[in-house]
């Protein structure tokens, strides 16, 4: 009889004959439970069936609507797999994930087992994405799906929880030694950054990446799939903060700074809304005359109580939190704003970020900004480092080209940073190095190298046309030395601090007292 049922879409003109037989044997009620459960199909869809309603005239209906039924769970499945998965990776997404981890640690596993979790969050996918498109910044995120699936090893959790965020959960087998779970997870950790780190070629071009992580190992952080991700998260927020390529491991403690760092996020929240930023200016002289020749704006965020919050903390914060280009745009108009109150020609530079050009929107605000304010464009000097240039795009060039078009002039900060700073002099419109702090402390080291270098240096700039100011000149012996290699312009403490503009002024007055000594004692001289 059941045999006959599982053929009962396939039974043609005995269908009725079969189904009256059964009803008269099994009951409606038995029937209609054997049915629903043997063909897969709803109850309410077998009761139609055995009770005669529909097959007597509609047995070929009642056949279709099985098939349809067996269609709509087939791909049910089908999507509900994309439902729980990264359609990029095929990795589990962020609800795949949770479940996967809850059903790991569920029961007594925890007491059984460790286990260990690595938040990870990519550095650099943004920039691919800008130069390349978003193919190649999925075609890059693949590759390290692949590489995180062969450091974790097999039984291990993959997941993608955002555009750059992977996690991977991997049990650890429980030793006797104290902390070997802590061990075990920080070092697979350290063995995915080193995969993560390795150089990638996609369509012919090389990136390279980095990452920060956040590791956590259960049961002491964390007994459920939420508190173990959570943990990760905040370890990863520490990580954050102490720059790219650091891994942080989850305490308690991470919880107070985790607060902390939440509260600066909102105080750059509120400044930007508020416009609470402020300027600070600081000095740079002619290296030969010591003649004040213009200001660098720095900029500052106050705390809320006494003193301000630290670049080095805040601009980060505000560049993760997508802010970075506001703020920009604030600095650009505000220092043109200052400078053109200013008597005389003095310059004024300021900072770009790498966030600002994402949109090709630099030149249009600076443009909009000479224009309001009356700054002459030779007066306005715009400082950018190698990371905006670590990805040679067309798209950069042409806006540094433009900058160029409006007369300012174009400053490559921290030279001798980077690991290919030389390249960059010539493919890229500059006007002006300015050579990072870290060679002043050298000097003071009496590291012969680093005078070699400095020489170098200045020479490099002579034969192309630059021009050379060094940072961070703390020391009279740093100044002479400089002034020895005629390195163009210095600054640094020995010549001025960051000031906010209530001072500057003062500082224009101090400068016209200079400048008239210096003129007395070329006219004692001529006399004598």
Known sequence: ????????????????????????VFGTDRLSEEVSERLSIPSEYAAALVSGSLVFAFAAPVA??????????????????FARHDSSTGLLNREGFTDALDALVCGDFLHRNGIGVVHVEMIGIQLVNDAYGHEAGDAVLQTVARDLAGVAGPGALLGRLAGAEFVVAFPIEKRHSKGYAQRHAHETGERLLAAIARPRVIDAHEFELSANMGVCAGPEGGETAAALLKNTHLALT?????????????????????????????????????????????PLYSNRERKLVGYEALLRLPSGGEGFISPAVFVPIAEELGLISKIGDWVIRSACAFAAEWPGDYSVAVNLSPAQFRDG??????????????????????????????????????????????????VMDDFGTGYSSLSYLWKFPFDKIKIDRSFM????????????????????????????????????????????????????????????????????????????????????????
């Not at 098939?67 to 089908?78: C, D, G, M």
């Not at 002459?376 to 540094?400: K, S």
């Not at 190298?449 to 046309?465: C, E, K, T």
């Not at 400068?511 to 008239?516: L, T, V």
Request: hydrophobic share 45%; glycine share 8%; proline share 2%.
């Open 238 to 282: 520490a990580a954050k903060g102490a720059g790219p390529g650091a891994i942080r491991f989850f305490d308690r403690a991470l919880e107070t700074l985790v607060g902390e760092r939440r509260a600066i996020e909102r105080r750059v929240r509120e400044a930007v809304a508020t416009r609470s930023f402020e300027l600070h200016f600081q």
């Open 1 to 24: 009889m059941l045999h006959q049922i599982r053929l009962i879409s396939s039974c043609g003109g005995l269908l009725a004959v079969v189904i009256a037989l059964a009803v008269i």
């Open 64 to 81: 279709a609507l099985v098939a349809q039924w067996q269609e709509n769970r087939r791909l049910a499945l089908r999507f509900g797999h």
């Open 361 to 410: 929107s630099v030149s249009r605000v600076v443009r909009e900004a000479l224009a309001e304010t009356g700054l002459a464009p030779r007066r306005l000097e715009l400082e950018i480092t190698e990371g905006l240039l670590m990805n040679d795009t067309q798209a950069v060039l042409n806006e540094l080209n433009m900058l160029k078009e409006l007369g300012v002039s174009i």
């Open 441 to 528: 402390r050298g000097l003071d080291e009496k590291d012969s190298l680093v005078g070699d270098i400095l020489l170098a240096i200045v020479s490099l700039s002579r034969s192309l046309h630059l021009r050379v100011t060094a940072e961070g000149v703390e020391t009279q012996a740093q100044s002479e030395f400089l002034r020895e290699l005629a390195c163009d312009e210095v600054q640094g403490f020995l010549l001025g601090r960051p000031m906010p503009m209530t001072d500057v002024a003062a500082s224009f007055q101090r400068e016209e007292i200079s400048r008239a000594d210096r003129e007395r004692h070329a006219l004692g001289g001529m006399a004598h």
